[in-house]
């Protein structure tokens, strides 16, 4: 069967380049949001958020009317629901955002609809998410109580996509495809076919939501390993990049970078849906979340020392000493600033010393409010380079690693090992 329309909820950072795909693809897409100002913004073919390629597709599929966005869903065929899955409190998984998409497409789901759970989820959500639409539409059946027979089919598939390349990558991915019965699955792997050039690899739905978090928990304990050997190799007086460059000649080694912490909203976020889950099973992945947690703390400690030979080697005041903190952003070459080791360490230096930090990030024009109430002043990189005390490499966008600082006098702090 072939879907002529869908309806996506949530336009973040997966849910509108997810219906902007279909929508180039032959498929009437009508997107959901409940931020009037993305939905305006999308229906005049704009984006309000920062993905290379998207623009120009929203664009495109806007103005040939495949694509349009509302603030409540319409009848379809199938049902993507693409919204966040935050904490409450301390690491609890909070799934109020996909109970909520539940209650806004109950009233317009039909017999033989498909709805998928793209969010990346602890393990028995998509279970629960059928439960919640069971309960909103009694008198329509679901996989929990006919299974194979189910008027609804209800599957999870997870987004895989790397911030920065997702146009390519949700082209060419395999996708996991995790239905609540094999009908479910079958469904939806017919669903992602229509522009997925990757395997659509089919599975139960848990195992699809734990496959989802367990490559996320992968990349951090293996960040946490790197960010761990360069503590310890910083102790022992040995360099950490030429370290992991020669462990990695072995065939079987390949060790990650280390760098001022972890950022994101998925790999610092994912790991704890499963500790939360197996608080008492999960001791490595839970051991990585805090090795990397504590990466920005260790980062701090650094500079204070730093900050102390600067004042020592200038005949300077500590309070004169001027920081100049480069990169903000949570990885290289890119803009996004939200959940970003390297922001937090900046903030926390304005605090510990007021007036003396700038910042360097080519990716942006001004500084987030709360780094201006902080007095932090966006500069320009050769400004930090011949002017600053101390040099604070947080972030290894492109503009630094092309600079010279031999002729900086500036004490370094180099988390990324690019100014060997
Ligand atoms: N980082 C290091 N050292 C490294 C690699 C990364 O310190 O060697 C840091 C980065 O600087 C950043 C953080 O880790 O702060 C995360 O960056 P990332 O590039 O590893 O990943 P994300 O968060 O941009 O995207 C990840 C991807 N997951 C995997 O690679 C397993 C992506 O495919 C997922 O779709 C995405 O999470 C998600 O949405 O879950």
């Known amino acids: 069967m072939r879907f002529s329309k869908i309806c996506v909820i949530g336009l973040g950072y997966i849910g509108l380049p997810t219906a902007t795909v279909f929508a180039q693809h032959g498929v009437n897409v009508v997107g959901v949001d409940v931020n009037k100002h993305a939905v305006e913004t999308i229906n005049q073919g704009k984006i309000h958020i920062i993905e290379p390629d998207l623009e120009q597709a929203v664009a495109q599929t806007v103005a040939q009317g495949s694509l349009k966005a509302t603030m409540t869903p319409e009848a379809a065929e199938a049902f993507l629901v693409c919204v966040p899955t935050p904490f409450k409190g301390e690491y609890e998984p909070d799934l109020s955002y996909i109970q909520a998409a539940c209650q806004s497409i109950a009233p317009v789901l039909q017999k033989g609809n498909l709805v998928v759970l793209e969010s990346t989820s602890p393990v028995e959500t998509t279970e629960q998410m059928a439960k919640w639409l069971a309960e909103y539409r009694p008198d ?8 194979e027979d189910s008027d609804i089919r209800v599957a999870h598939c997870p987004e895989r996509v790397l911030p920065g390349q997702v146009m390519r990558e949700l082209i060419e991915n395999d996708r996991i495809i995790g239905g609540l019965t094999n009908k479910c699955s079958q469904a ?37 390993f790197a960010n761990e050997l360069s503590i310890i190799c910083d102790k022992l007086n040995i360099d950490v990049w030429e370290l992991i460059a020669l462990a990695n000649r072995h065939p079987r080694v390949n060790i990650l970078q280390p760098g001022c912490g972890v950022g994101g909203h998925c790999i610092a976020v994912d790991p ?61 070459d890119i803009d996004d600033l939200r959940e970003s080791p390297a922001l937090k360490i900046t903030a ?18 001004a500084l987030p409010q709360k780094l201006i109430d902080k007095n932090i002043e966006l500069v320009a990189l050769n400004q930090a380079l011949q002017q600053a005390d101390v040099l604070v490499l947080l972030v290894e966008h492109k503009e630094f690693k092309s600079a010279s600082i031999t002729n900086s006098n500036a004490v370094v702090v180099d988390t990324k090992g690019i100014w060997k």
């Not at 329509?140 to 299974?147: A, D």
């Not at 992602?192 to 195992?207: D, P, Q």
């Not at 304005?350 to 990030?361: F, G, I």
């Open 140 to 147: 329509l059946s679901f996989p929990q109580q006919k299974r």
């Open 188 to 224: 939806a792997a017919n669903l992602y076919r229509t522009f997925v050039k990757g395997e659509c690899v089919i599975t139960n739905a848990r195992t699809a939501e734990m496959s989802k978090l367990t490559e996320n928990s992968f990349r951090d304990v293996n960040i946490a």
């Open 272 to 332: 704890w849906f499963i500790v939360h889950k197996t608080p008492d099973l999960a001791k490595i992945i839970h051991t990585a979340r805090l090795v990397n947690d504590y990466k920005p703390q260790w980062v701090i400690g650094k500079v204070n020392e730093a900050i102390i030979a600067a004042s020592q080697k200038t005949g300077k005041g500590v309070a004169d000493i001027k920081i100049a903190c480069l990169g903000l952003s949570f990885k290289a």
């Open 348 to 365: 926390q230096l304005a605090d510990k010393y007021p007036n003396q930090v700038w910042a360097v990030e080519p990716n942006v024009t």
